[in-house]
T-cell receptor, first 113, second 115 residues
Framework: NAGVTQTPKFRVLKTGQSMTLLCAQD?????MYWYRQDPGMGLRLIHY???????AKGEVPDGYNVSRLKKQNFLLGLESAAPSQTSVYFCASRDYRDGSPLHFGNGTRLTVT | GENVEQHPSTLSVQEGDSAVIKCTYS??????FPWYKQELGKRPQLIID?????GEKKDQRIAVTLNKTAKHFSLHITETQPEDSAVYFCAASIPPGAGSYQLTFGKGTKLSVIP
């Protein structure tokens, strides 16, 4: 099992450009999440999904959109990148059962200039 | 919603000493408390977790304790080694059946073990 795979690993964007981050999991998990991590701020939830075709907003959703067309994939989109979106992005998944741990991907380091 | 406070934000210990990181949570419905370790440039990885029906859990040099009445839980690392140096995150989770699907994280503790 590969677990949770994120692509790309690194990306540099100019302000106003768009991009999509891809997350794929092979553990048949129902729940998937996108977090951003900034120095001193911990892990902040952007959006999450509790099943195929469903998405919900987290703590910091503005400027991002998500889609979950297939159970194993969760896409994070930036329509018009801003320097404030420079961050490390982590995707995670977990089983639906109570007390299941989060499994994280390796992260995507995004820089917006 | 749930709020998790974590202290201290940084911690330095001598190799061989013990380290303790404490977290408090706000929602009494929370019943699952994992701890994650994140080494520099890597992803967070689960190191230990505890459920609300258990007061303490140990795994070799690490242990977690839970006080439901006071709504706090702690991570204890004994006989620290340089490879324990990392950022540690606590988290709390309300059961999905209660309508929440999120883990709420503390802001992290940077642990430095000095050889």
């Amino acid at each position: 099992n590969a677990g949770v795979t994120q692509t790309p690993k690194f990306r540099v964007l100019k302000t106003g450009q768009s991009m999509t981050l891809l997350c794929a999991q092979d553990m048949n998990h129902e729940y998937m999440y996108w977090y951003r991590q900034d120095p001193g701020m911990g892990l902040r939830l952007i959006h999450y999904s509790v099943g195929e075709g469903t998405t919900a907003k987290g703590e910091v959703p503005d400027g991002y959109n998500v889609s979950r067309l297939k159970k194993q994939n969760f896409l994070l989109g930036l329509e018009s990148a801003a320097p404030s979106q420079t961050s490390v992005y982590f995707c995670a998944s977990r089983d639906y059962r109570d007390g299941s741990p989060l499994h994280f991907g390796n992260g995507t380091r995004l820089t917006v200039t | 919603g749930e709020n998790v406070e974590q202290h201290p934000s940084t911690l330095s210990v001598q190799e061989g000493d013990s380290a303790v990181i404490k977290c408090t949570y706000s929602d009494s419905a929370s019943n699952y408390f994992p701890w994650y370790k994140q080494e520099l440039g890597k992803r967070p990885q689960l190191i230990i977790d505890i459920r609300s029906n258990v007061g303490e859990k140990k795994d070799q040099r690490i242990a977690v304790t839970l006080n439901k009445t006071a709504k706090h839980f702690s991570l204890h690392i004994t006989e620290t080694q340089p490879e324990d140096s990392a950022v540690y995150f606590c988290a709390a989770s309300i059961p999905p059946g209660a309508g929440s699907y999120q883990l709420t994280f503390g802001k992290g503790t940077k642990l430095s073990v000095i050889p």
